[in-house]
C-alpha cells in the first residue's frame, strides 16, 4: 500500500489514542498493525495483534493509552525500496507488515506480506467440527447441517475452510453426524475446492472433544480445531505458535466478555448495608471454540466415548500438561441462533467487509 494506495492511511493512530481505539482500528482495517503518529504524520511506533494480547495478559484495561504498549522501534523500509528487498526482509524477519517512511521519518505507505507473496504452505491439519444438530437455529436447520446454512451465498463451512486456506492450511478433518452426507455430496474429497478433505464419522454425539478420537491416521504434527458455526478472523497460523511459544499441550482462543448488572447493586456485610454499585459490569473470558493442540494431547482421550473440551484441557492439566489461554480481540460471531445467522449473511454480503460480528 503506497501513496497510491491510501488505504493505510486508515491505520495511522495518534498516540493517545485508548487500546479500545486501537482494538477498534485493528479490526476496521484488518491489517493486523496499527501507526502511531503525530500530528505532522512522523511514526511513533506501531502495535501489532501480539502487543494488544500481551497487553491484556499484563492486564491493562480498555481506557489505557496504547503508549503503554506502543512498539517504538518498529522495522521500516524508506520509499526507494524495491518489493523483492523488502520481501526479502520481512521473511527474513519474520514479520507481516513493513511501514514505508520518508526522509523525515513520516508514514507514506505500508507493505503487507499477503500482498508481496502468497501464503507459505504447512503441514498443519485443520479439524471441524462439523457434525452438531444445531436446534437452537430451527427450522433453518430441520432439513439442513448448520454448517452448511448460507452465508452470503456459499455455506457457512466453506467461509472457514476457505479463511483457513487463505491462511496456507490444505488439509482438513470434518467431524461429521447430523445430516453429514450433504456435507460430503458437496465437498467431497476436497480436490474441487483445492484442498484435501478426510471424514470423521460419529455413530452418535461425541461432544466437542470425543470425536478427536476418531481421526485415523492421527495428526503426527500440531493441529488447530474450530467449531463448525464460528466464523472469525482469528489467525489459526498463530494459535499454533503460541502453543510453540508457551510450550504447552493445548491452547483454547477466549474472548472478554463484558455482561452489565440491569439493576443497582447493594452490597452487603450481613444485614448492614456497606455500599452501592450502579449497574455493576461482570469481565469474564468465554470459550470462543477454536484451539490448537500437540498430537500427544490425543493420548488423554478414549475412543468412542464422549467427551468436551472443557474436560480435555482439565485431564492435560490434571496430567500436569500446559493449558493456557490466547486472547483474541479478532472479529469473531458464534452462528447459533437466527439473529446470528442474520447478521453474519448482512456483514459478509457487504463489499469489503471486515468484520462478521458487526450488524
Same mark, same amino acid.
Given at each position: 500500500?503506497?501513496?497510491? !494506495?491510501?488505504?493505510w $492511511? /486508515?491505520?495511522l &493512530?495518534?498516540?493517545? #489514542? ?5 482494538? %477498534?482500528?485493528? *479490526? ?20 501489532? !495483534?501480539?502487543?494488544i $494480547? /500481551?497487553?491484556? &495478559?499484563?492486564g491493562? #484495561? ?5 503508549? %503503554?504498549?506502543? *512498539?517504538?522501534?518498529?522495522m521500516?523500509?524508506?520509499?526507494s ?37 502468497t ?10 467440527m ?7 437455529l ?23 475452510i ?25 465437498f467431497?474429497?476436497?480436490s ?11 455413530g452418535?454425539?461425541?461432544g ?6 476418531l ?12 467449531n ?27 474472548r ?15 444485614v ?5 454499585a450502579e ?9 470462543a ?10 493420548d488423554?482421550?478414549?475412543a468412542q ?13 490434571e ?16 452462528v447459533?441462533?437466527?439473529?446470528d ?15 462478521p460480528?458487526?450488524?
Amino acid at each position: 500500500m503506497t501513496e497510491n !494506495d491510501p488505504r493505510w $492511511r /486508515r491505520a495511522l &493512530l495518534p498516540v493517545d #489514542a485508548t487500546l479500545a481505539q486501537t482494538i %477498534e482500528n485493528l *479490526n476496521e482495517v484488518s491489517v493486523k498493525l496499527a501507526l502511531c503518529v503525530d500530528a505532522d504524520g512522523k511514526l511513533l511506533g506501531s502495535v501489532s !495483534d501480539g502487543d494488544i $494480547r /500481551r497487553g491484556l &495478559l499484563r492486564g491493562l #484495561a480498555m481506557d489505557d493509552p496504547v503508549s %503503554e504498549i506502543v *512498539n517504538p522501534s518498529p522495522m521500516v523500509v524508506p520509499e526507494s525500496a524495491d518489493r523483492d528487498m523488502v520481501r526479502a526482509l520481512m521473511q527474513a524477519n519474520k514479520v507481516q507488515q513493513v511501514p514505508v517512511v520518508d526522509h523525515q521519518g513520516r508514514v507514506v505507505g505500508l507493505h503487507l506480506w499477503d500482498e508481496l507473496a502468497t501464503p507459505a504452505s504447512h503441514d498443519h491439519p485443520m479439524v471441524i467440527m462439523a457434525g452438531g444438530k444445531g436446534t437452537r437455529l430451527r427450522p433453518f436447520t430441520e432439513n439442513c447441517p448448520k454448517p452448511m446454512l448460507p452465508v452470503a451465498g456459499k455455506p457457512m463451512l466453506q467461509h472457514i475452510i476457505e479463511r483457513a486456506q487463505g491462511q496456507g492450511f490444505s488439509r482438513f478433518f470434518l467431524s461429521l453426524n447430523y445430516l453429514g452426507d450433504m456435507i460430503r455430496d458437496h465437498f467431497g474429497d476436497g480436490s474441487a475446492f483445492g484442498a484435501t478433505i478426510t471424514y470423521v464419522t460419529e455413530g452418535e454425539p461425541l461432544g466437542t472433544a470425543g470425536a478427536l478420537s476418531l481421526i485415523d491416521p492421527r495428526p503426527d504434527t500440531p493441529f488447530v480445531v474450530t467449531n463448525g458455526d464460528v466464523l472469525t478472523d482469528i489467525d489459526y497460523r498463530e494459535l499454533i505458535e503460541f502453543r510453540e511459544r508457551l510450550d504447552a499441550k493445548a491452547v483454547m482462543a477466549v474472548r472478554r466478555y463484558d455482561w452489565t448488572n440491569p439493576y443497582g447493586v447493594v452490597e452487603m456485610e450481613g444485614v448492614d448495608i456497606s455500599g452501592f454499585a450502579e449497574k455493576p459490569v461482570t469481565r469474564s473470558h468465554i470459550n470462543a471454540g477454536v484451539y490448537a493442540f500437540d498430537p500427544s494431547a490425543l493420548d488423554h482421550l478414549e475412543a468412542q466415548r464422549h467427551c468436551d473440551m472443557p474436560t480435555l484441557f482439565d485431564r492435560l492439566r490434571e496430567q500436569g500438561r500446559r493449558t493456557v489461554a490466547y486472547p483474541m480481540h479478532e472479529p469473531w460471531l458464534d452462528v447459533g441462533r437466527p439473529d446470528d445467522l442474520e447478521r453474519a449473511n448482512r456483514t459478509l454480503s457487504r463489499p469489503n467487509h471486515t468484520d462478521p460480528t458487526l450488524g
